[in-house]
């Protein structure tokens, strides 16, 4: 269509260090398509590089608003208000958009989230017992409540919170893998590991678990295993450089630099621009 035919003439001037026509590019997308949440998120990167925070807000504010559900978005919000020290924005925007939808689970998390982030640890374990008791099925809810949890240092609370009944037939991947990051938190390495391969085992196609576990892997010294983890996040996600990226450090720590170039070209054939592989 031609928004993402816009998106994609805006990211080659962009290549080519010409900003200036990727943003009219854009901005001629959108009188098109004014409705469009990817192009005014573009829109605000564009203005936030060209050191215009006001208007990158409002166009970021603009994004999140059409679809509060856009995870971009409230990223670049949350990372421009930490860097103009403007924190209260991303909260204070929440809010609002959580008041005018009350049945919106995704959004009351996006507030406990920012809870957390701010340490208000008890409000934000407050808010999601409210939202679990007008939703009790949302696996999110149920995640951020044992992960609070977690962070006040209440383990078994915490892990009993990755078991509740309602899900007592067939436990989501999720508070599986949570509750092997819980046994971590709590010290109990070995455990952590053994609960998490029995998730990938269950669960082969869970990213986060493999990412994970290939982490806790490389922390023990087991390099081989966290390359079996780092090879299956590779083959999960083939048009990411990252878990290509990963590989290659790895295969340095082994000490098989030719292994490491092999997959720093092939990350670097999916996304050229790819910061690690070409610096490394």
């Known amino acids: 269509g031609w928004s993402r035919s ?8 962009q290549r080519n260090l010409r900003p200036e026509l990727a943003e009219v590019t854009l901005r001629a997308a959108l009188r098109h398509d004014p409705l469009d949440a990817v192009l005014l998120a573009d829109l605000a990167e564009a203005a936030w590089g060209r050191q215009a925070p006001d208007e990158a807000f409002a166009w ?31 909260l204070t925007l929440a809010e609002q958009l ?10 009351r998390l996006r507030v406990v989230r ?4 701010d340490q208000r640890l008890d409000d934000a374990l ?13 696996i999110d809810a149920h995640d951020l409540h044992a992960y609070i949890l977690s962070r006040l240092g209440r ?36 455990r952590a590991i053994h609960l998490m391969i029995s998730v990938v085992t269950e669960h082969p196609d ?12 490389e922390e023990a010294g087991d390099i081989d295993r966290a ?18 990226g990963y590989l290659a450090s790895l295969e340095l720590r082994a000490g098989s630099r030719a292994n490491a170039i092999a997959h720093l070209q092939r990350a670097i054939r999916i996304d050229p621009g790819y910061s690690y592989g070409t610096f490394t």
């Open 155 to 190: 383990y078994d609370e915490a892990l009993a919170a990755c078991a509740p009944p309602v899900f007592k037939q067939a436990r989501p991947r999720e508070l599986l893998g949570r509750a092997a990051w819980i046994e971590r938190q709590r010290g109990n390495h070995p």
């Open 6 to 13: 816009a998106r994609r003439l805006a990211f080659l001037h």
């Open 114 to 117: 920012k809870l957390v982030d």
């Open 126 to 138: 407050s808010r999601t017992r409210t939202a679990l008791g007008d939703d009790p099925t949302h």
């Open 227 to 244: 390359k079996e983890a780092a090879e299956r996040m590779a083959a999960m996600n083939p048009s990411s450089p990252y878990p290509l």
């Open 60 to 90: 970021v504010e603009r994004a999140i608003r059409l679809i509060p559900g856009f995870d971009r978005p409230w990223e670049l919000l949350l990372q421009w208000s930490n860097v103009t020290a403007e924190p209260e924005r991303v």
């Open 98 to 107: 959580s008041a005018t939808r009350p049945g919106d689970t995704s959004l």
């Open 206 to 217: 869970y990213y986060w678990a493999w990412q994970t576990l290939a982490d806790w892997h």
